[in-house]
């Protein structure tokens, strides 16, 4: 009898450990797909007023009106969310939230973004003057190195309100044609304005002066 209810104790606080167990997992997968959901709405608002902008912009040049002051304020917003989704998608990738095709998929969607915002802003730097500095930033993923770049980069950001940065996994097929364009051949590589390039860490001091004396 003892042997029995001993038996029925031990079921039984197996049964409950693996219900808890079960139960945690349920819901930390639920999570992972509120998440990844989250980061797909943001990149669709983002694609939306991308569209917003090019068709303000094409409406504009049609029917008149000072593209220039217009588009520059409503542009300069889609940097910050789009930084916001890069830290996103670097944070669920160290958790292993995302993998396989949706993963690829999310990702891909992110690099065209900054790719099509990037083009965005360089037109209007060279049609209205705007007052800015573009920088292109290729890295590894888990590689020392690469994050100790992408936070200089950050501070970099964060100190100086006309600074742009575009990050790009060098190693994501969708970009070869960047990766090729720029001979990028080591990560982090940091080009800044399509004129200097800085291969291996480089350091905030020394964008800092490049960007000071920039001829």
Do not use: W
């Amino acid at each position: 009898m003892v042997k029995k209810n001993l038996f029925k104790a031990v079921f039984a606080s197996f049964t409950i450990a693996l219900l808890i167990f079960s139960l945690g997992l349920f819901a930390g997968y639920g999570l992972d797909i509120l998440r990844i959901k989250d980061v797909s709405i943001a990149m669709d608002n983002i694609e939306l007023e991308t569209l917003d902008y090019i068709t303000s912009k094409e409406y504009l040049d049609v029917f008149g009106g000072d593209s220039c002051l217009f588009l520059s304020y409503q542009l300069s917003g889609i940097t910050p969310k789009l930084r916001d989704i890069g830290q996103d998608l670097v944070n669920y990738e160290k958790k292993n939230i995302f993998s396989g095709s949706e993963y690829s998929v999310l990702k891909s969607k992110y690099f065209l973004l900054e790719i099509r915002a990037y083009t965005l802003f360089t037109k209007m730097k060279n049609d209205c003057g705007y007052n800015a500095n573009f920088i292109i930033y290729f890295y590894d993923q888990n590689d020392n190195d690469s994050e100790r770049q992408g936070y200089i980069l950050d501070t970099l950001v964060d100190i100086h309100e006309n600074i742009h940065v575009f990050s790009f996994d060098r190693d994501f097929e969708i970009i070869d044609f960047l990766v090729l364009r720029y001979n990028i051949s080591s990560a982090p590589t940091v080009i800044i304005n399509e004129e200097k390039v800085f291969e291996g860490l480089t350091t905030l001091e020394e964008i800092n002066e490049y960007l000071e004396n920039e001829p």
